[in-house]
């Protein structure tokens, strides 16, 4: 009986070093999570999170200060054109200096239109779970230095046109709107951090027309036919100057394709999980420069293997140090090197794809106890 228990004892111990193990690497090769998740009083010290961003965004800095408006989700109701205080559109909308938004508990929020976000605006759900759905969801249009942060965006529709609050308390009128899940358009300056989303009409992510230095990090993308789409149209060449970072995010399971899709710009994807695809992983079209990097690709054991999808011959992707399981191929293209070029508030080092299960183990929404390590 002695031995019996202590055999439980030693299975348990072990299980338990395991999983601090893995915790302890992730976040040490993690560098945004490492920057802020071992503080156990990162409740009293949110502003924190704005000086961890890596990648084109560089650190959002210009989003905190004594100047920072620090406002509180009360209120899961939503009006498009007459914003209630305590609502999270007040917050993006209404108030017109620089905002930081928690959430007073867990609420799910149904959405009437399309949320549409100031700059300077911090948008910061750890330690509540808030869910996002309804028309359009989140649009972050002509503006700049705007932070997602924890929240889960799902079924996500389709919308007539029509008239919503917008930045600086402004009524603006928009077209038909897709089923989004966060719309970058016309905007620079975005960091989307540690959200999860999935099952939106169209798709999770789109930064189009123009938008530029933008990272995508930490998320956990799921449940999607297609996923993510930077560059506008075929049409749209002012896309040529597009930068965006993906690191750290988790596709899959269940994911088809554009993880991401890309066209005229630059992306530097790497240290991802791809948890399958049943079309392609990722695509380019309009000779984007795609460098993908330390990333890990999982194919189906039967059926898509190939990771690239490419419309034309003058397209450059490339792959580095990445591993590739269950057959999965690159077909990479194009002559000449290409590199980032990252200044020193956008570098960060890239860790061995051997290790990105472990560094993806905490994409997505993350489970913050309020007062301890998150």
């Not at 990479?332 to 090197?337: F, I, R």
Request: glycine letters at 8%; aromatic letters at 10%.
């Amino acid at each position: 009986m002695v031995a019996q228990v202590l055999s439980h004892f030693a299975i348990a111990f072990c299980i338990a070093f395991v999983l601090v193990s893995t915790a302890s690497l992730a976040l040490e090769l993690n560098v945004i999570d490492k920057c802020w998740r071992w503080n156990p009083d990162w409740t009293n010290n949110r502003q924190q999170l704005a000086t961890c961003s890596v990648g084109f965004a560089g650190k959002m800095t210009d989003n905190i200060g004594k100047d920072t408006i620090y406002y509180t989700v009360t209120n899961s109701s939503d009006d498009p054109l007459n914003p209630k205080p305590g609502t999270l559109r007040y917050g993006a909308t209404v108030i017109s200096q620089k905002v930081w938004i928690t959430f007073q508990r867990h609420m799910n929020i149904q959405l009437k239109k399309p949320l549409v976000i100031s700059s300077f605006t911090t948008i910061d759900a750890r330690g509540s779970r808030i869910h996002i759905s309804g028309i359009g969801c989140l649009l972050i249009n002509k503006v700049s230095n705007v932070i997602i942060h924890g929240l889960y965006i799902h079924h996500c529709r389709s919308g007539e046109s029509g008239s919503v609050m917008g930045p600086n308390s402004k009524i603006m009128n928009f077209g038909g709107i897709d089923g989004d899940g966060i719309t970058v358009a016309r905007a620079s300056k975005v960091w989307i951090d540690h959200n999860t989303l999935y099952a939106c009409q169209d798709g999770l992510i789109d930064v189009t027309r123009g938008s530029t230095d933008v990272t995508i990090s930490n998320n956990w993308f799921k449940n999607q036919d297609k996923v993510m789409l930077l560059g506008h149209t075929d049409e749209y060449s002012s896309d040529k100057n597009m930068k965006v970072t993906i690191v750290f995010n988790h596709f899959g399971p269940n994911c088809s394709q554009r993880m991401p899709r890309v066209r005229y710009g630059f992306a530097h994807v790497a240290n991802n999980l791809y948890q399958e695809w049943t079309s392609y992983a990722i695509g380019g079209s309009m000779n984007p420069q795609i460098m993908s990097e330390a990333n890990l690709f999982i194919a189906q054991k039967s059926g898509k293997k190939e990771v690239i999808w490419k419309l034309g011959s003058s397209s450059k992707i490339y792959s580095v140090r990445d591993v590739f399981k269950n057959g999965a191929s690159f077909k990479a293209t194009g002559s000449g090197s290409i590199q980032p070029n990252y200044n020193d508030q956008q570098r960060f080092p890239v860790a061995n794809a051997k290790s990105v299960q472990a560094l993806t183990n905490f994409a997505g929404v993350l489970v913050c106890s309020w007062s301890s390590i998150c």
